[in-house]
Structure formats: C-alpha cells, structure tokens
C-alpha cells in the first residue's frame, strides 16, 4: 500500500512564481488535510476537506488555495510564492474527520522560495 | 479558539529511563479528544496515543502512557524504558468533538534518546 503520496519532494521556487503540490490517498479515505511545518511552529493546518467537495480554510489559509479533485486527490497551490512559504508541506487523510481515525501523513514537500 | 502549548522544546534522556512530556491546552469544549504524534528523522509521523477527554482513564499502549487532568487541561505523555528509537520529534494535538474539524498541533518537543 502506497498510503499517502505527495509530488514533488523538493523543489525550489523564485518569488512571485506558481505551483501546485500534489497529493494522493489509496486507502479510500474521506478526509484531506494540508499542514505546513515550521522550525519552532509546530504543524499548522493550511486547509482540509472533511469530505469530497468541501473544502474549508485553517490556521493559515492565506496565500493557498487547494482543490478537492476527486476522492483521492487533494492539491494545494501557491499561486504567487513568497519567501515565507517556505517551508515542509504534509499532506494527510483520515478515514473520516472524527477522532478515531487517525491521520494518515505524506513524507513532505519541502519548499523554498528564493 | 483552541490552542496547544508544549512548553519543551527539546528534551534528552538516557537509554532505559524514564521521560515525560508536557502538553497544556485551552479550550471551552466539554467533548474533545487529545493525541501524541511522533515524527522520527523519516519525517513521517507516527500516532502513538490518543485520549478521549470523557474517559477517566489514561490511555496506555506498551511503553507509552499519559497523565491527562482534565481541569488542569494538561496532558502529558511518558516514556519508559527509552529506547534509541524513541528519538524524534513529538507533538501534542487536540481536536474537538465536532464532526468536519481537524486536528490542531503543539509547537512539538524535540526528544533525544542516547546509550
């Protein structure tokens, strides 16, 4: 089982570029979560989606947008980089977005923007 | 709004002793459930244990257990018998009781297990 799968692993951007990080679940799970990881921040939830087609902002929203393409797939895009998008990029999925599922994480995107 | 606050940013311990974690968190929700995650050098994260706050009782699983004090609004999570694997970053997280929310992070608390 692949779990949950982000592309790229790296990458390395200019100010003001685009991109879109991808990722996605094959254990038919519900739930999708974005989370951003910072030296001495901890995990901070960009986005989710409680199900397939719904989205919903979290702690730090601004500067992303994120599509729920289907039940597999959630991307999250930049579309305009700054230097503090910096950072390590999870993406996670729960069979539901209840308590007793627990998440299931990415092995990260890691970003910098020059 | 719901916070989390490790206060720890990096703890160390000897192979085969005891270590405790802190966790402290704010919230007005009665109904809640509260988690230790364990993120290694692979970056991958790990759940180690999770709680839920109407429970009493506090969760063990193998070496791993925790103290939650519910009106303290604390939870702290002990190690015993450390292990080299042990050695990661853990976090602290907290989700309500509320269907379509997800779950917010402590800041973490580097651990570094050596022989």
């Known amino acids: 089982n692949a779990g949950v799968t982000q592309t790229p692993k790296f990458q390395v951007l200019k100010t003001g570029q685009s991109m879109t990080l991808q990722c996605a679940q094959d254990?038919?799970?519900?739930?999708m979560y974005w989370y951003r990881q910072d030296p001495g921040m901890g995990l901070r939830l960009i986005y989710y989606?409680?199900?397939?087609?719904?989205?919903d902002k979290g702690e730090v929203p601004n500067g992303y947008n994120v599509s729920r393409l289907n039940k597999r797939e959630f991307s999250l895009r930049l579309e305009s980089a700054a230097p503090s998008q910096t950072s390590v990029y999870f993406c996670?999925?729960?069979?539901?977005?209840?308590?007793?599922?627990?998440?299931?994480f990415g092995n990260g995107t890691r970003l910098t923007v020059t | 709004a719901q916070t989390v606050t490790q206060s720890q940013p990096e703890m160390s311990v000897q192979e085969a002793e005891t270590v405790t974690l802190s966790c402290t968190y704010d919230?007005?929700?009665?109904?809640?459930?509260l988690f230790w995650y364990k993120q290694p050098p692979s970056r991958q994260m790990i759940l180690v244990i999770r709680?839920?706050?109407?429970?009493?009782q506090n969760a063990t699983e193998n070496r791993f257990s925790v103290n939650f004090q519910k009106a303290a609004k604390s939870f702290s999570l002990k190690i015993s018998d450390s292990q080299l694997g042990d050695t990661a970053m853990y976090f602290c997280?907290?989700?309500?009781?509320?269907?379509?929310?997800?779950?917010?992070f402590g800041k973490g608390t580097t651990l570094s297990v050596s022989s």
């Open positions: 996670a999925s729960s069979e539901t977005s209840s308590y007793n599922s627990p998440l299931h």
């Open positions: 254990m038919n799970h519900n739930s």
């Open positions: 989606s409680a199900s397939e087609g719904t989205t």
């Open positions: 919230t007005s929700e009665n109904n809640y459930y």
């Open positions: 709680q839920e706050a109407y429970k009493q």
């Open positions: 997280a907290f989700m309500k009781d509320q269907a379509g929310t997800a779950l917010i």
